[in-house]
């Protein structure tokens, strides 16, 4: 069963604008972790934000973690057309933190 | 280039047949991961390696797959009498060895089982 699950499933905005996912997980965690996917490509790490934190920037990036929500998300501003890909949240269990578990993605389409 | 690779990139095979990639991790990461993704699907976990001891497999992992890395640096996944339900990208992932660090990814490879 999945732990994380991103929303939407797909997102399709013009270029410039902010584009916003959503990553909702079911039990607790040491950390979570977004990447990104181009398609048919490896993974890409983005960020890792940690239980302990709330929000975290890089870039054009900013994650913020609800831990009593459990869940995250992923802002990425002024996107751009390099910014089409797939982006996964990964999520460790607190009692395994060595295996990382990943939702089914959020595509996000730039259109130019 | 001193991130993960993954040879080969590429394999198709007809149903039946073995198949083995290879999985060359950073240097100096400790922890090595396999994982399975299937298309439109994030990656599942399979197994993961400490230096050269495997320490947790998925149940995903049934006995036809089998993985090693024998000297603590590369590792290799072998599938044995291949099925059609085993295409997928195949993805390795290297970290240190602390709890709760990076996974580092490397390109995949992806089967196809005709």
């Known amino acids: 069963s999945q732990q994380g699950e991103e929303d939407p499933q797909a997102l399709s905005i013009q270029e410039g604008e902010n584009a916003t996912m959503n990553c909702s997980y079911k039990?607790?965690?040491?950390?979570l972790q977004w990447y990104r996917q181009n398609s048919g490509r490896g993974l890409v790490h983005l960020i890792l934000?940690?239980?302990?934190?709330r929000e975290k920037h890089s870039g054009r990036l900013r994650v913020t973690l609800d831990t009593s929500k459990k869940s995250s998300s992923l802002l990425i501003t002024a996107s751009r057309a390099a910014d089409t890909a797939s982006y996964f949240c990964a999520t460790d269990l607190y009692s395994s933190a060595s295996k990382i578990i990943f939702g089914s993605g959020t595509r996000l389409s730039i259109r130019p | 280039d001193t991130g993960v690779s993954q040879n080969p990139r590429h394999k198709i095979t007809k149903r039946g047949q073995n198949v083995t990639f290879r999985c060359d991790p950073i240097?100096?990461?400790?922890?090595l991961y396999w994982y399975r993704q299937t298309l439109g699907q994030g990656p599942e976990f399979l197994t993961y390696?400490?230096?050269?001891?495997?320490?947790?497999k998925s149940r995903l992992l049934s006995d036809r797959f089998s993985a090693e890395r024998p000297k603590g640096s590369f590792s290799t996944l072998e599938i044995q009498r291949t099925e059609q339900g085993d295409s997928a990208m195949y993805l390795c992932?290297?970290?240190?060895?602390?709890?709760?660090?990076?996974?580092?990814f490397g390109p995949g490879t992806r089967l196809l089982v005709l």
């Open positions: 390696f400490q230096n050269e001891a495997q320490l947790e």
């Open positions: 039990t607790s965690i040491n950390n």
């Open positions: 240097s100096e990461h400790n922890r």
């Open positions: 992932a290297s970290s240190p060895s602390a709890e709760g660090e990076t996974q580092y």
């Open positions: 934000i940690r239980s302990n934190e």
